[in-house]
């Protein structure tokens, strides 16, 4: 190959810049300017780790983070189960039902995320839907869900559920039939074909979807806004209480590089099972 | 091969829900013998096959192993085991665990297991390949392992769907020959399934020639080579040259055809071209019935010179009335 001249190194920078700047104005500058910003203290007098320390002892931020992880636990844990088993029924089962909700059942991907949280809303706040059936039976029905971590994980749920479907299904849509055959055809039972064959044949795509809907889910702010408590509230709220009610940007700075740290944690777990390809995988 | 009836499929039919499908299915299997069903693609072969090994349900009628009935049984539950054209290894396991499988299942003792397997992997010339991944052999590879497998689990029936096609010609019939050589040895029953008429020629103690979900006949290779009873079977297996008449149609194989110089044949013709296959050649004449092939030996072939003017007779040929060709 022909040695660059300086004047296509020129031509080759000149077409970068636009981009790089771009991104450097609006993606790396705001990060590191954040990250800087966590580390101030208090009394202006340099660098210190005091908001960190807040977020990790004060009883209110704890509390607000380990409600965080428990929705989030039991939304990646009820929807991954709820779609492995959707999923399950998707590819096992040859009707018209299935079919039907084959078809249907991404479309609540489609409906903006607001608009469904309302949606919601109408039917499970206690006067509600829900409460207007059962007092037609004479009965008066009140759901709970608004306003606590309830309302908020089957809002969760409702969301997540098409997605990690979607992921499975492409997954279990790939084990060829042959396998599943060849495996009973030797004598497997139905629980054996799912632990030894189908199972071990999706983990891997089992675990990208967990590791989506894990860093989607801390970083949620619509869904606990519109119907979560007043306290304890998640991560996402409470960042924005921080910043936009008490201006206090060090505070939110610290608790934004937190949620960062907390969805790296599962963005490793997916890079990793990304990467490790077991033998049997290399094509 | 023993006169023991191994496998019986009584009046079995299986249609899908459009209909197609396989109807009154007859047929009883020897011990020890192979049998191959074969067919173009679609008429129904992978059908009967499925509904042995217990992947389908069939409508109505009974498959028997061994006189008992198996029908109803799921394929976890049957004494058969079957081969697929392909994916049929566990890609997630290596050979030895694919082979393990059934094995532990079956709850054999690890060192047995250990003795089984190695012994199967020596039958099959595959010692040494214990630990690799079913994506790391050659497709040849997979289907001897795949073959093995279902061995080892000494089924009373082995199922073979189509286990070479996906294979280049030379494996193919290699692989041909050793599944002969094992299924002899081990005096397994065997139902085959191709597409491929050489391959049912050279493998099968008898051949079920199927077209559009049944049973057009039921012989040894020579029986449906020599003696097609119909003319879908004629021209199913082998070359032959088919002469319209009237009222019947005459079948005719290259090698029973005469070719002389002058009139003495009853059917005039020209050479119209002599094509070199080897130790005989093929040769084509133009005459009022269309293009007949005749196959002579290689001596005889620059006898003939494209335009000349022959006559042909034949030696041996097949007469089939008109009216059953409709099918
Ligand atoms: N699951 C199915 N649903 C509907 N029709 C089918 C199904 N499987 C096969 N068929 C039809 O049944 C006929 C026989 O199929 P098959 O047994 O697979 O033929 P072969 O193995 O001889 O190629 C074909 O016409 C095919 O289209
Ligand atoms: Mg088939």
């Given at each position: 190959m022909e040695k660059r001249t300086w004047k296509t190194n020129l031509f080759i920078a000149a077409m970068i810049a636009p981009s790089l700047i771009l991104t450097m104005g609006i993606i790396i500058y705001p990060i590191i300017n954040t990250i800087v910003t966590s580390f101030r203290s208090s009394d202006g007098s340099g660098f210190s780790l005091e908001y960190y320390k807040f977020i990790f002892t004060d009883k209110i931020a704890v509390n607000n983070i380990t409600y965080t992880m428990g929705i989030v636990i039991v939304t990646v844990m009820g929807s991954i189960v709820i779609s492995y088993l959707l999923a399950l029924y998707l590819r096992f089962t040859d009707s018209k039902i299935s079919k039907f909700i084959g078809t249907m059942y991404l479309l609540p991907r489609f409906i903006p995320q607001l608009v469904a949280v309302y949606a919601m809303i109408t039917v499970i706040r206690d006067t509600g839907l829900l409460n207007r059936i059962s007092r037609l039976f004479g009965k008066d029905f009140r759901p709970g869900l608004m306003y606590n971590a309830k309302g908020i994980t089957l809002m969760n749920l409702w969301f997540n559920?098409?997605?990690?479907?979607?992921?499975?299904?492409?997954?279990l849509s790939a084990i060829p039939d042959s396998v599943i055959e060849s495996a009973r055809d030797v004598g497997a039972k139905k629980l054996n074909v799912f632990f030894k064959m189908i199972l071990?044949?999706?983990?891997?795509?089992?675990?990208?979807a967990m590791t989506f809907v894990f860093m989607s889910n801390v970083s949620a702010f619509t869904t606990p806004y519109v119907i979560g408590g007043n306290n304890p509230i998640m991560l996402g709220v409470y960042l924005r209480k921080q910043f936009s009610e008490y201006a206090n940007y060090e505070l939110a700075a610290a608790l934004s590089v937190v949620m960062f740290l907390f969805s790296s944690v599962s963005a490793v777990i997916y890079i990793y099972t990304n990467l490790k390809e077991k033998e049997w995988e290399k094509v | 091969m023993g006169e023991k009836i191994k496998l019986e499929i009584r009046n079995m039919t299986k249609?899908?829900?459009?209909?197609d499908g396989v109807r009154n299915i007859n047929l009883k299997v020897k011990e020890g013998e192979l049998i191959t069903l074969l067919g173009p693609s679609g008429c129904g072969k992978t059908t009967i096959l499925r509904t042995i090994g217990g992947f389908l349900k069939c409508?109505?009628?009974?498959?028997?192993?061994d006189r008992k009935p198996i029908e109803h049984l799921p394929p976890e539950k049957r004494p058969t085991s079957i081969v697929f054209q392909n994916y049929n290894l566990w890609p997630h396991m290596t050979v030895y665990e694919n082979m393990a499988f059934g094995l532990k299942l079956r709850k054999i003792p690890k060192a047995e297991r250990h003795r089984q397997i190695m012994e199967m992997l020596d039958l099959v010339k595959m010692t040494g390949m214990e630990k690799k991944y079913p994506n790391q052999m050659s497709g040849g590879q997979q289907q001897r392992i795949a073959i093995a497998r279902s061995l080892l689990l000494k089924p009373e029936v082995l199922l073979l769907d189509e286990p070479f096609s996906a294979l280049d010609a030379k494996i193919r019939s290699q692989m041909r020959e050793e599944l002969r050589k094992f299924q002899i040895d081990l005096n397994i029953t065997v139902v085959f399934v191709t597409h491929d008429q050489e391959e049912a020629m050279a493998l099968s103690d008898r051949i079920v020639?199927?077209?559009k979900g049944t049973f057009e006949q039921i012989g040894t290779p020579a029986d449906v080579y020599n003696n097609p009873v119909n003319k879908y079977v004629a021209g199913f297996i082998g070359d032959m040259n088919f002469i319209e008449l009237a009222d019947k149609t005459i079948a005719v194989r290259p090698e029973n055809v005469l070719i002389h110089r002058g009139t003495r044949g009853g059917i005039k013709g020209k050479i119209r071209a002599t094509m070199v296959l080897g130790h005989y050649s093929e040769v084509t004449v133009d005459t009022k019935h269309g293009i007949i092939k005749a196959f002579v030996s290689?001596?005889?072939?620059?006898?003939?010179?494209?335009?000349e003017s022959v006559s042909l007779s034949f030696t041996k040929f097949h007469e089939y009335d008109k009216k059953d060709l409709a099918s």
């Amino acid at each position: 190959m022909e040695k660059r001249t300086w004047k296509t190194n020129l031509f080759i920078a000149a077409m970068i810049a636009p981009s790089l700047i771009l991104t450097m104005g609006i993606i790396i500058y705001p990060i590191i300017n954040t990250i800087v910003t966590s580390f101030r203290s208090s009394d202006g007098s340099g660098f210190s780790l005091e908001y960190y320390k807040f977020i990790f002892t004060d009883k209110i931020a704890v509390n607000n983070i380990t409600y965080t992880m428990g929705i989030v636990i039991v939304t990646v844990m009820g929807s991954i189960v709820i779609s492995y088993l959707l999923a399950l029924y998707l590819r096992f089962t040859d009707s018209k039902i299935s079919k039907f909700i084959g078809t249907m059942y991404l479309l609540p991907r489609f409906i903006p995320q607001l608009v469904a949280v309302y949606a919601m809303i109408t039917v499970i706040r206690d006067t509600g839907l829900l409460n207007r059936i059962s007092r037609l039976f004479g009965k008066d029905f009140r759901p709970g869900l608004m306003y606590n971590a309830k309302g908020i994980t089957l809002m969760n749920l409702w969301f997540n559920i098409p997605f990690a479907t979607m992921i499975i299904v492409a997954s279990l849509s790939a084990i060829p039939d042959s396998v599943i055959e060849s495996a009973r055809d030797v004598g497997a039972k139905k629980l054996n074909v799912f632990f030894k064959m189908i199972l071990p044949l999706s983990f891997k795509d089992v675990m990208i979807a967990m590791t989506f809907v894990f860093m989607s889910n801390v970083s949620a702010f619509t869904t606990p806004y519109v119907i979560g408590g007043n306290n304890p509230i998640m991560l996402g709220v409470y960042l924005r209480k921080q910043f936009s009610e008490y201006a206090n940007y060090e505070l939110a700075a610290a608790l934004s590089v937190v949620m960062f740290l907390f969805s790296s944690v599962s963005a490793v777990i997916y890079i990793y099972t990304n990467l490790k390809e077991k033998e049997w995988e290399k094509v | 091969m023993g006169e023991k009836i191994k496998l019986e499929i009584r009046n079995m039919t299986k249609l899908y829900k459009n209909n197609d499908g396989v109807r009154n299915i007859n047929l009883k299997v020897k011990e020890g013998e192979l049998i191959t069903l074969l067919g173009p693609s679609g008429c129904g072969k992978t059908t009967i096959l499925r509904t042995i090994g217990g992947f389908l349900k069939c409508d109505s009628g009974s498959i028997l192993i061994d006189r008992k009935p198996i029908e109803h049984l799921p394929p976890e539950k049957r004494p058969t085991s079957i081969v697929f054209q392909n994916y049929n290894l566990w890609p997630h396991m290596t050979v030895y665990e694919n082979m393990a499988f059934g094995l532990k299942l079956r709850k054999i003792p690890k060192a047995e297991r250990h003795r089984q397997i190695m012994e199967m992997l020596d039958l099959v010339k595959m010692t040494g390949m214990e630990k690799k991944y079913p994506n790391q052999m050659s497709g040849g590879q997979q289907q001897r392992i795949a073959i093995a497998r279902s061995l080892l689990l000494k089924p009373e029936v082995l199922l073979l769907d189509e286990p070479f096609s996906a294979l280049d010609a030379k494996i193919r019939s290699q692989m041909r020959e050793e599944l002969r050589k094992f299924q002899i040895d081990l005096n397994i029953t065997v139902v085959f399934v191709t597409h491929d008429q050489e391959e049912a020629m050279a493998l099968s103690d008898r051949i079920v020639v199927m077209n559009k979900g049944t049973f057009e006949q039921i012989g040894t290779p020579a029986d449906v080579y020599n003696n097609p009873v119909n003319k879908y079977v004629a021209g199913f297996i082998g070359d032959m040259n088919f002469i319209e008449l009237a009222d019947k149609t005459i079948a005719v194989r290259p090698e029973n055809v005469l070719i002389h110089r002058g009139t003495r044949g009853g059917i005039k013709g020209k050479i119209r071209a002599t094509m070199v296959l080897g130790h005989y050649s093929e040769v084509t004449v133009d005459t009022k019935h269309g293009i007949i092939k005749a196959f002579v030996s290689c001596e005889n072939s620059n006898i003939f010179h494209p335009g000349e003017s022959v006559s042909l007779s034949f030696t041996k040929f097949h007469e089939y009335d008109k009216k059953d060709l409709a099918s």
